[in-house]
């Protein structure tokens, strides 16, 4: 069974200038740059019948024009507890609704609804057990203001994921282009 999700890609100048933040946080997994995405719905391990509907139903997604997306800041999911370090993604309502548009198939292809709130992002490194909030939080201190970098998302795309510690490496499977507009 494969272990699927949907996401955006990002661009390799992108990635590239987001990997430029690894490093200096000691025992930081951090994500390798062609493994750098934004998930819009994570599926899980599905069985090939699944699989199968969700990739007919996101080829018949409506059509949608490209979305322009923004990485404004660093920032951690954990708390106290840190798990991952990530880039936000700006508020976007193209984003959200294709986000709303990929759970929608997903419950359709009878998966689960996601409990968790989307919170769009791009994981820069994963953070072990006993990393400590104070080291987290000094090294977001010693990376200064994060420049907004922004690009253009033009296509969706179904990863597939090796079961393994931490994610990765991915791999599109399919790509749905965002064609609404263009030329």
């Known amino acids: 069974m494969p272990r699927l999700f949907t996401g955006l890609e990002i661009p390799a100048e992108i990635a590239q200038h987001l990997g430029a933040y690894g490093g200096g946080l000691p025992g930081a997994r951090w994500v390798e740059d062609g493994d750098l995405h934004i998930t819009l719905r994570f599926l899980g391990d599905v069985d ?3 699989a199968n509907e969700v990739h007919a139903m996101l080829e018949d ?14 920032a951690v999911f954990g708390g106290d507890k840190p798990r991952a ?3 936000s993604v ?7 609704d294709l986000h709303a548009e990929h759970e929608r198939i997903a419950r359709h ?3 689960e609804p996601e409990p968790r709130k989307f919170t769009p992002h791009v994981t820069l490194a994963r953070l072990g057990r006993g990393m400590g ?3 987290v939080a ?7 203001i994060f420049a907004r970098i922004g690009f253009t998302a033009r296509r969706a795309a179904l990863f597939s994921a090796r079961a393994s510690r931490g994610g990765g490496p991915y791999v599109v499977e399919t790509a749905y282009p965002f064609v609404l507009g263009e030329e």
């Open 48 to 50: 090939i019948a699944t």
């Open 109 to 111: 292809a009878g998966l």
């Open 90 to 96: 700006a508020t976007n309502p193209e984003l959200n």
């Open 85 to 87: 370090l990530y880039a």
């Open 133 to 135: 909030a104070e080291a």
């Open 138 to 144: 000094h090294y977001i201190v010693q990376t200064g």
């Open 61 to 74: 997604a409506r059509p949608r024009a490209p979305i322009e997306i923004v990485l404004d800041e660093l």
